[in-house]
C-alpha cells in the first residue's frame, strides 16, 4: 500500500541531518514532529565513506553554510547517525506516536531500516534515483517506495520506475537495462508500481528558487506516469507546500530545524517548530476546504440563501387590475418570493390585488 493510499495528506518532517550528528538533537526533532501534527518524521541513513569519496566537492548551498576548509565526505563524517542512534530514534518515534522513515542512501542502510528496525516504507532520495542496485533492492523488499525526483527528467523517473517495476515482479533473470524496460511495459507488474511507488516532484536546492519550482510538473508526472504524485518542497517559507496540496499532493515533505542559525548545511533552508505547525494547520484546512468536486450549495449556504437573494418587489402602491411595468416592479431582498429571473415575465401580467411599497409580489 502506498503512501498516498492514507487518509488526507501524508506530511513528512524532514529532520534529516539537522541534527548535527546529535542524538539529543534528533529527539528533540521526534518531539518537535509530533507536536506540529507531522504524519511522519524522516531523517537519513548513510555510511559516509560508502556515498562520497574523499575527492566529492560540496554543493555551493553547502560550502555556503558549511564552509569550504571541510570536506564532504568529513562533513557527511559528522552528520552520520549510527545504528544505535536509528533505533533509539525509531523507538522514540513508536513512543510518540509519529512514524519514523529515514532515507536510505546504501543497500546496507536500507537493510537495516526494513529488517531490522521494520521501516513500512522506503524513502529514495533524488540523489539516487539512478542508483539502480538501490532501487531493486527497495522494490524486492517489496515495501512501499516514495521516489524523490528532484534534477530528475521524465526518462530518468521511467527509468527508475523500470527498475522498482522489475524488482516487484521478483523476476529471476539477470537486471539489466532491456529487462528494466521490458518490465515497465508490462500490464502486471505496472500495477505493482501503482499500488506501491509514489513520486515526489521536488527541486533540488537549499533553498529553491520560487522560479524554478515549477508546481505543474507535479500534473505531467500523475499524467504521464499514472502514480500518486506528491511535493518534496525546498524553498523558504509555507506556501508551496500548501499550494502543493491544492494541486493535488498526496505527500508532502519539508525540511525543519530546531533554529535556523545553527551550523550546518541544512538549517538554513528548513522551517523552524512554529512554522511547521502552521504549514500542517493550513494544509489540514486546505484538505477541507478542496472537499465536493460537487457544485450546489453547502448546508451553512442553504440557512442564507433566503437572505442574500432578492425577489420581485412592488417599487410602489400597487392597485388591483393595474399592470405591472418597469415603473412599479423592483427587485430586493429577501429571497423569499418570486425569483428575479422571471422580471420580464411579470411585465404586463395583471395585479390580481393590491401590493404596498416593498410588499413581495405573488400570484
Known amino acids: 500500500m502506498s503512501a498516498a493510499n492514507t487518509l488526507g495528506t501524508y506530511v513528512i518532517a524532514e529532520a534529516g541531518v539537522n541534527h548535527n550528528g546529535s542524538l539529543d538533537t534528533a529527539l528533540r526533532l521526534v518531539d518537535v514532529a509530533c507536536a506540529a501534527g507531522a504524519d511522519a518524521v524522516k531523517f537519513q541513513s548513510f555510511h559516509a565513506t560508502k556515498l562520497a569519496s574523499p575527492s566529492a566537492p560540496k554543493a555551493a548551498y553547502q560550502i555556503g553554510t558549511a564552509g569550504i576548509a571541510e570536506s564532504q565526505l568529513d562533513m557527511l563524517r559528522r552528520l552520520e547517525l549510527s545504528e544505535v542512534d536509528q533505533r533509539k530514534l525509531s523507538e522514540h518515534c513508536q513512543s510518540r506516536g509519529i512514524e ?10 536500507l537493510e537495516f531500516l526494513v529488517r531490522d528496525l521494520g521501516m513500512r516504507c ?34 530518468d523517473i521511467g527509468s527508475a520506475l523500470g527498475v522498482l517495476a522489475f524488482g516487484y515482479a521478483a523476476e529471476s533473470r539477470s537486471p539489466s537495462i532491456a529487462a528494466f524496460e521490458e518490465a515497465y511495459r508490462n500490464p502486471a507488474t505496472r500495477a505493482a508500481l501503482g499500488a506501491n511507488v509514489t513520486l515526489l516532484h521536488c527541486t533540488t536546492e537549499y533553498p529553491a528558487p520560487f522560479h524554478e519550482v515549477n ?18 518542497d525546498h524553498t523558504t517559507g509555507i506556501a508551496v507546500p500548501i499550494a502543493a496540496v491544492a494541486l493535488g499532493a498526496c505527500v508532502i ?10 551550523p550546518g548545511p541544512d538549517h538554513q533552508a528548513s522551517l523552524e517548530p512554529k512554522e511547521l505547525e502552521a504549514m500542517i494547520s493550513a494544509i489540514r484546512e486546505i484538505e477541507a476546504a478542496l472537499g465536493s468536486a460537487n457544485k450546489q450549495p453547502t448546508a451553512s449556504e442553504m440557512k442564507n440563501l433566503p437572505i442574500a437573494r432578492c425577489s420581485l418587489v412592488a417599487a410602489r402602491d400597487i392597485e388591483a387590475g393595474e399592470k405591472f411595468s418597469e415603473d412599479n416592479l423592483t427587485i430586493k431582498r429577501p429571497g423569499t418570493g418570486i425569483s428575479p429571473l422571471h422580471y420580464w415575465e411579470w411585465l404586463g401580467k395583471v395585479a390580481s390585488r393590491r401590493f404596498s411599497r416593498d410588499d413581495t409580489i405573488a400570484p
Open 100 to 109: 519514523f522513515l529515514s532515507s536510505a542512501f546504501d543497500v546496507d542502510s
Open 122 to 155: 522506503i524513502k529514495v532520495p533524488s540523489g539516487e534515483i539512478t542508483n539502480a542496485p538501490l532501487l531493486l533492492r527497495a522494490a524486492k523488499l517489496n515495501k512501499p517506495v516514495i521516489l524523490s525526483t528532484g534534477m530528475s527528467t521524465v526518462a
Open 215 to 232: 508546481l505543474r510538473a507535479m500534473e505531467t508526472m500523475r499524467e504521464l506516469f499514472s502514480l500518486p504524485v506528491g511535493c518534496s
Open 253 to 262: 515533505e519539508k525540511h525543519f530545524t530546531l533554529d535556523r542559525n545553527l
